[in-house]
């Protein structure tokens, strides 16, 4: 879709092109910024500008609406420029998934829709391709809810192939409601990873003046370029502002807020390193650094696992039967990791039906230890597992990739006892 | 079981007897503070002393530990005290529950037992008696992971009538495990009650150096006296140090850790009030005062109520049935409060069979919104209710209540969208 007819008259009108530096009024408001293409999928009358933050905002235009141009561009185009490699700069690959990154607000009903290419996501932010090469791919375009395993699974073998292809690294746009459970998956799956793999989200769409697109990218690929570090991250805004983002390992990372650009925390770990606004980068303690080794992708996933939580009143007439059917469960038990006394009958059913059961806490935050009070120690003689200080939903992701990497029963929960992403810094898993 | 012929022989040798200043040296290790009741339960060869900060240790005596006495107690005997009501001072009632905080520690095995009756643990607690009359009762000795439906119940009986019967105040000692859950029970049980309801426990048991169960209790006590506001609370230790505590609405409040003593958070909501050790309140925004109205406990409870939280993978083979036969169903859903798109059918199906699909969301922090994304659109259709930033416990066991409280399932719906009891902030709620 292109500029209706009243708005591209207006910006004919003052000669304004992609790249022209425009002061916008429109309903009483003033926007300053770099006018950027406009998207198919843009209403009409939005024009778009990338302001001095960085951030793009879509200005709905009326017919009192006024457009003055501030400032042309000297020959440089933005925004489409041609792809051409630069020497001296590293190769970072875009492998798209969708998400609210790449998602924009369909300004007639108010909602948000998945529907920005990856390359149409770097053409927005202009700045990407000053500090690397940048090669974008579309593997899925949904929303993170949607994301299942055989998601993951693709997307590992993608990654690794982009790797073993020659990338410096990968940048992964992925919506944030499921982020920490597919950044978890490809710790496990990807393993001895040789390259930086980044999850980076949004919580606000890239149209949005208040968007968190752009920052991320950037801390993202800073972090790709700079950061020496090979392993599985999430990289997000650290604090409501934009000027510092938080590095988080892959499997000690989860959303904690619905809407804060904050919203993604490490969970007992400091964060992997923290990035700022000119893209230094602070690491907390040691980390593997990059290397050229081969990435390989180990993406089996048992899918008969299941993620519960512990309540009072949780009844084991319903529970009992879904977890004998079960190869693995994870249960996020109260405090240390209990469970209520009613239930330890059904975890001793299952593990003596060769299920895996696997207790984490619904705290969070801590270690669990059956071996304090007598309901943990029942539940450990009734077969519980319990893996410290490992989030549930880290816990479930590694279940279901240990069951369908070990040779047997005893095998898998070995690898659910030792640390093999960083996912756990407990050494009691009693 | 008493001291140890040989501890005995020692304290007799120096006249050390209860309510004296004691300096005792055992290990290479030097404590001081005034010598306590031996317990019933306590280890022949342990030797308790309240120290200076209010904390009890339970110091195991050797063959070459020392005792010197540096002070005696002028008369005023201490711990256990005739219990005859000061006039002029309030009176609460305790209600023991069980928990960390009436525990101690089975030295030979290392163990935690819940054996603390609520009149010991008031009696190691002197100071109790000074700022109120103390009545104390055992309802029951529970860890609380083991609290169930039928104990909520039980106690808000217990805790209306105390209060019908004259009490101030109402201070119940529980586990830390499900405590959250326990407060917003009694929180829609006991509705507008009109005297202030305090939850405390502690994350470490009362007998060891690093209790908190002292300083929680006295926090709760002040409140209680002091106060001057009536709703259900929970108090812990608002920092890792002794001399700040945090008042938690009963409906906000979520244990966010396994261990540390600033264990309990308010979620989306500032605490009612912060507590310092010198018992001065400060309050963030208003509450209501006491009155003296009569306290009416609404203990019905829908007990075929299940707690979930989604996750990529979930099968809805596995849950659709045993949602389709609950009455009531809290999702503990991704960012916003989504479901994986496959999961919408089994949300359908279940609400047209009647039940109530409450969606919250794991991320905690911040409200659910179904009206940004399209999966949230197709799962208000398929009759998803949307209750805002309320706590997905909070959620499960308000709609336990709503349930039995209501005449209709509209009428259910209705009052899960209404703020009962604090429960919800948001003006939002679709």
Redesign the interface.
């Known amino acids: 879709m292109s500029y209706s007819e009243s708005l591209s008259r207006l910006l004919a009108s003052v000669d304004a092109s992609e790249g022209c530096r425009l002061v916008v009024t429109s309903k009483g408001r003033t926007y300053t910024g770099t006018m950027m293409p406009h998207h198919d999928f843009s209403a009409p009358d939005i024009l778009v500008l990338k302001l001095k933050s960085g951030y793009n905002v879509g200005i709905r235009m009326y017919q009192d609406s006024a457009v003055q141009v501030v400032e042309r561009p000297s020959g440089k185009k933005i925004g489409l420029a041609a792809n051409e490699p630069k020497k001296g700069l590293k190769k970072l690959v875009l492998i798209g998934t969708g998400g609210t990154i790449a998602s924009y607000v369909d300004y007639r009903t108010?909602?948000?829709?998945p529907a920005l290419s990856t390359s149409e996501l770097v053409n927005a932010m202009p700045e990407l391709r000053e500090i690397a090469n940048i090669e974008a791919r579309v593997l899925f375009s949904i929303?993170?809810?949607?994301?299942?395993?055989e998601?993951?699974q693709k997307l590992a073998e993608a990654v690794s192939e982009a790797i073993n292809d020659g990338a410096d690294g990968i940048i992964v746009p992925h919506?944030?409601?499921?982020m920490g459970?597919?950044a978890a998956a490809l710790s496990f799956m990807l393993g001895d990873v040789p390259k930086p793999v980044v999850l980076v989200g949004a919580q606000r769409s890239s149209d949005r003046p208040s968007s968190d697109a752009t920052g991320n990218m950037m801390a993202s690929a800073r972090f790709c370029v700079d950061g020496n570090r090979a392993g599985v991250f999430v990289i997000m805004h650290d604090t409501q502002s934009d000027d510092s983002f938080a590095v988080h390992l892959g499997t000690r990372v989860r959303?904690?807020?619905?809407?804060?650009r904050d919203?993604f925390h490490s969970i007992n770990a400091p964060a992997a390193a923290h990035i700022d606004a000119d893209g230094k980068i602070e690491f907390s303690g040691h980390g593997r650094e990059v290397s050229d080794g081969t990435a390989i992708a180990k993406t089996g996933m048992e899918?008969r696992?299941?993620?519960?939580?512990?309540?009072?009143?949780?009844?084991p007439d319903?529970f009992t039967d879904?977890m004998v059917?079960?190869r693995g469960v994870v249960i996020?038990?109260?405090?240390?990791?209990?469970?209520?006394?009613?239930m330890i009958p059904a975890i001793k059913k299952a593990s003596d039906a060769g299920t895996i059961v696997v207790m984490t806490?619904q705290?969070?935050?801590?270690?669990?230890?059956l071996?304090?009070?007598?309901?943990g120690?029942d539940m450990l003689s009734a077969g519980a597992v319990s893996v410290g200080d490992m989030l549930?939903?880290t816990a479930?992701v590694k279940l279901?990739w240990a069951l369908a990497n070990s040779g047997s029963r005893e095998e898998a929960v070995r690898l659910m006892k030792t640390s093999l992403a960083g996912e756990t810094g407990d050494r009691r898993l009693a």
Request: charged share 15%; proline share 3%.
């Open positions: 108010g909602a948000v829709q929303f993170s809810e949607n994301m299942n395993v998601h993951w919506g944030t409601d499921t459970y597919t959303k904690m807020h619905t809407s804060r919203a899918g696992c299941i993620l519960l939580q512990s309540y009072p009143g949780m009844d319903i879904i059917r079960s996020a038990g109260s405090g240390l990791g209990h469970v209520n006394e009613n806490s705290c969070l935050g801590g270690a669990t230890n071996n304090v009070y007598n309901t120690r549930p939903e479930y279901m």
